[in-house]
């Protein structure tokens, strides 16, 4: 059952590039460790990464079942779908079809191209009714959309959520604290996006790359992420926060080492 509040999400635009941290100089002996430390990018932490966002978005752990998920949860988005909650009304979900498209020509969704140009920035279902849901999970089915699907994820969200966590010298878990962030408000330019989320915490700490304390920053910045999450009624929950990450930062779980427990939206989860 999936939970309302959790799966709507962002604006678009995927890019982190304006990073407003200094980076350490290149050759001191913390960039140096910094490139050798395991980060989210890591195939096991990436693992875990799947595990805890499906956990918030689908109540389920099987983050690898969620490639034909797709329903419409009433968040004026339109449809929400995939591993990682493409919108209809975002234009994520455009992408990812042309993106499919172009790898495998006159497939099960091109003929829907159209419309989905035309629903964007709406939660409209015009054109793609009675039968878009039903084709989707059809496509489901083609391993070339489902490498589509991972392709554009960590496109718009993992990779540059790992890059400018790696940027400001977090480590595993604040790597994943933007990842989720990223995920569910995306990184446009309105007050509630990552990179303004980002920059509510940079007004109250500084991350390790410019010399401050690792855990006071992820405070910080988890406390702006909450502030984000009440802007909207959809987001309104915030135990993906409060019972996970947060849990795992004042047990000092900065590199997200197995076993885990948390909670999200009352269920409780665990990985070994």
């Not at 635009?13 to 350490?24: C, E, F, K, R």
């Not at 329903?71 to 499919?100: H, K, N, P, Q």
């Not at 589509?148 to 993992?158: G, H, K, L």
């Not at 509630?192 to 304390?213: C, E, K, M, V, Y």
Request: aromatic share 8%; proline share 5%.
């Amino acid at each position: 059952m999936k939970h309302p509040t959790h799966t709507s999400r962002r604006t678009l635009l995927a890019l982190i590039g304006a990073s407003l941290a200094s980076v350490p100089l290149i050759g001191s002996p913390r960039a140096a460790a910094l490139r050798a430390a395991v980060g989210l990018d890591d195939p096991a932490k990436k693992e875990i990464a799947m595990k805890l966002v499906s956990s918030a978005e689908n109540s389920s752990l099987d983050w690898k079942a969620q490639y034909k998920y797709i329903e419409d949860i009433g968040d004026g988005r339109g449809y929400t779908a995939g591993i990682i909650g493409f919108c209809s009304g975002t234009g994520d979900m455009l992408d990812l079809v042309e993106l499919y498209a172009d790898r495998r020509p006159g497939n099960v969704l091109a003929p829907y191209l159209p419309a989905l140009r035309r629903v964007n920035g709406t939660d409209s279902h015009d054109g793609l009714d009675p039968h878009y849901p039903r084709d989707w999970a059809r496509a489901a089915q083609d391993q070339e959309f489902r490498r589509a699907q991972n392709n554009e994820r960590d496109r718009v969200y993992f990779n540059p959520a790992v890059r400018q966590g790696k940027t400001d010298g977090l480590r595993v878990l604040g790597q994943f604290a933007y990842y989720d962030a990223i995920v569910m408000h995306g990184d446009g330019d309105d007050p509630t996006s990552f990179r303004n989320i980002r920059r509510r915490a940079l007004n109250r700490a500084r991350p390790p790359a410019q010399g401050g304390d690792e855990v006071t920053y992820l405070h910080a910045f988890l406390d702006a992420r909450v502030w984000a999450m009440k802007q909207e009624e959809a987001h309104s929950d915030t135990s993906r926060v409060d019972t996970a990450q947060r849990v795992f930062l004042r047990k000092g779980n900065l590199d997200l080492e197995t076993p885990l427990d948390w909670q999200v939206y009352g269920d409780s989860y665990h990985i070994d």
